[in-house]
């Protein structure tokens, strides 16, 4: 009996091992830049001389952000569609979905996408969730549903956020619909960029359409399915309760919140543009090509103007190092913040950061962290006077390969000196890094980082035996 126990325990093990593996293995292989994506690319493709029919502005602010979400959905005239990494039915996200169902009353077509590890964790079974795709002209999909049955596509995830508002406007860039990145909350939050894009002469050019393109490129792959779309009769008599609830936190907002609701003279307060394009990955649910990184970086690689990036972590395989260093060697002006090890939010970004914080330090590039005790989540970068990004791309291997990643790339004196001023707001207090482990605050003084909570402590030592087989993953 003890000799079928072991090897009823090894066989479960093995597979295990195996299934595993099958999660894992098909994501070891990085691809490379294909000839055709390095073809593609031009220079003269992000920037224009003469003015172009966008405006943008910068939504720096959680609170700005969420308001500015609910005054775009609620003066909706047509279509409202609403693309997210994550969603949860907390403040925040009911305030949105409370948006979305009053659009949806007044016959307004409301699209959302939902990517399928979030959906799973947050949404799936939620009544909030379930109610409001119910609606007849709400249609809710998830990208790529968690499928034990298939390991190989497990790992694939969309990481987009962005909302689109008829052909008025569009909102894009690095938050999440929910507490820690929309609305002024106590508690956890997360620092953030969007960027508000309105199509100021209502014209086809506008960079809206190339949004709205790639949106539905993706809400038609097979992978994606549509949730809630028969619900039972016990669902629709249970949904009425959660829908009342939405209607009452809608009526409460309008009253406590008048000006959100207001239609907004966009002219006023953004600023000219001159190009916009929209940069993204491979849509398909596996190994990506590092489209949007390459395009990042040659976009640096042919500038001789100061350039400074922001990212929340940096995990860095030899051909990010590699372009990194190439960019560097040719400027000496390029600069990278990032958190410090005790401001990482992420567990694993702070583990690998540690162990390879001397190989990006080699790169040549001029590192700030940002150690002010709220985790830094912006996702964004400007070249010269000119040039301004924002979007989702983390400067990481599942950024470079695995997800769906867009950055939104502008052409605008005006928007980025804007964009460089709050970019400014959180370098100047960040420690500017002299050595693996010494630092000079901005006024050139010696400086100490934040000491590393205990449990942050435990969580770094429990992932440093195994950050290299797996960070090719995080």
């Given amino acids: 009996m003890k000799r079928i126990a072991l090897l009823i325990s090894l066989c479960i093990l093995a597979s295990f091992i195996i299934y595993i593996a099958l ?138 956020k962005y909302v689109i508002v008829d052909d008025t406007a569009y909102i894009l860039g690095g938050r999440n619909s929910y507490d820690y990145f929309l609305g002024e909350h106590d508690g956890y939050k997360n620092y953030d960029w969007d960027v508000l894009v309105y199509n100021a002469q209502n014209s086809p050019n506008s960079s809206l359409y190339q949004v709205r393109e ?127 090890v005790a401001n990482n939010g992420n567990p694993f970004g702070p583990t690998d950061y540690l162990l390879h914080k001397s190989d990006i330090i080699d790169t040549g590039v001029n590192i700030l962290e940002y150690d002010e005790g709220v985790s830094y989540h912006g996702k964004c970068f400007t070249i010269g006077d000119r040039i301004t990004a924002i979007g989702s791309f983390n400067w990481d291997m599942r950024s470079a390969y695995l997800d769906t990643e867009l950055m939104l790339i502008i052409d605008s004196t005006e928007l980025t000196s804007a964009m460089q001023k709050e970019m400014n707001a959180y370098e100047e207090n960040a420690l500017i890094v002299t050595g693996s482990d010494s630092y000079i605050s901005s006024d050139g003084t010696a400086a100490t980082p934040k000491e590393i909570s205990k449990k942050r402590k435990l969580r770094i030592a429990l992932i440093k035996p195994i950050d290299w087989l797996i960070r090719f993953l995080m």
């Avoid at 799936?124 to 034990?148: I, Q, R």
């Avoid at 239609?263 to 993204?280: F, M």
């Avoid at 400074?308 to 913040?337: A, E, G």
């Fill in 23 to 160: 999660v894992c293995l098909p994501y070891t292989h990085q691809k490379d830049v294909s000839s055709d994506v390095k073809k593609d690319f031009n220079i003269d493709d992000y920037y224009s001389d003469s003015a172009g029919c966008d405006r943008a502005m910068i939504l720096s602010d959680n609170g700005d952000a969420l308001a500015e979400r609910v005054r775009l959905i609620a003066n909706a005239k047509n279509s409202v569609t609403l693309s997210t990494f994550d969603f949860k039915a907390d403040v925040s996200g009911k305030i949105l979905m409370a948006a979305m169902y009053d659009a949806a009353k007044r016959g307004v077509k409301v699209q959302i996408l939902i990517d399928g590890f979030s959906y799973l964790t947050h949404c799936k079974d939620d009544p909030y969730f379930e109610a409001l795709g119910s609606h007849e002209n709400v249609t809710l999909k998830v990208y790529n549903p968690v499928n034990p049955a298939k390991p190989t596509k497990l790992m694939a995830r969309m990481h987009d």
């Fill in 214 to 340: 790639y949106f539905e490129n993706v809400w038609e792959l097979d992978i994606c399915k549509e949730m809630y779309k028969k619900p039972s009769k016990a669902s629709k008599k249970n949904s009425s309760k959660y829908l009342d609830e939405l209607d009452s936190i809608y009526s409460g907002l309008k009253a406590d919140h008048g000006k959100w609701f207001e239609e907004t003279d966009y002219t006023l307060v953004t600023s000219a543009t001159n190009n916009i394009r929209l940069v993204s990955n491979p849509i398909e649910p596996s190994v990506k090509e590092p489209v949007v990184f390459y395009t990042m970086t040659e976009l640096m690689a042919q500038s001789d103007e100061k350039i400074v990036f922001h990212t929340p972590y940096i995990m860095c395989n030899k051909y990010m190092l590699q372009r990194l260093s190439k960019i560097c060697s040719d400027n000496d002006n390029v600069w990278l913040m990032t958190n410090s």
